[in-house]
């Protein structure tokens, strides 16, 4: 999800280039990928380039009661803006007030990549509870299999502990 932008950086602050995106990109630490597909639209600000992006992904997670792996479909609206590291007429590092360490920024290739803030506003819009359906069964607790393909007869073979005097009370006398 890169995008050469030191054309538009050479430009005047307003100029606009419209992008389309569609590609994977890995998700952090996780195992799993994300598919991205959508619209950008780059505008050049006074000090960088504004991204409003729409887009759609399907990012592939693990349920939380199966631990079955399914797809959770997503929308996303990113708006942010991402400063050049160098000034690219002098080559000299760029010094920009009250910019700090959690902004997005261009690098030194002129080179904005979108990979970063995709993940962080996948994670901000995923599901906390990620279930693979909505009336997921989940694991027995006993023997551990999954609910939603199998019936087990851990529960029925078992007794109720919480009841078992109460039951000797009610067994016949010899």
């Not at 693979?132 to 007869?153: A, P, Q, T, V, Y």
């Amino acid at each position: 999800m890169d995008f050469k932008v030191a054309t538009l950086l050479k430009a005047s602050s307003g100029n606009k280039k419209l992008e389309s995106v569609s590609g994977t990109i890995k998700m952090g630490r996780s195992e799993f990928k994300c598919d991205v597909d959508g619209s950008v639209l780059l505008t050049k600000t006074d000090v960088g380039v504004w991204v409003s992006a729409c887009l759609s992904a399907k990012i592939g997670r693990q349920c939380g009661n199966c631990l079955d792996q399914y797809i959770e479909p997503l929308g996303l609206a990113i708006e942010e803006e991402y400063f050049p590291l160098f000034n690219l007429v002098t080559g000299e590092r760029n010094e920009l007030e009250g910019i700090g360490e959690d902004n997005f920024y261009i690098g030194e290739d002129n080179v904005l990549d979108l990979s970063d803030a995709v993940c962080q506003y996948t994670s901000l819009h995923a599901s906390i509870n990620s279930k693979c359906k909505e009336h997921c069964k989940g694991l027995c607790i006993d023997c551990g299999i999954n609910l939603n393909e199998e019936k087990c007869n851990c529960r029925n073979n078992k007794k109720n502990t919480k009841l078992a005097a109460l039951l000797e009370s009610f067994r016949p006398t010899e």
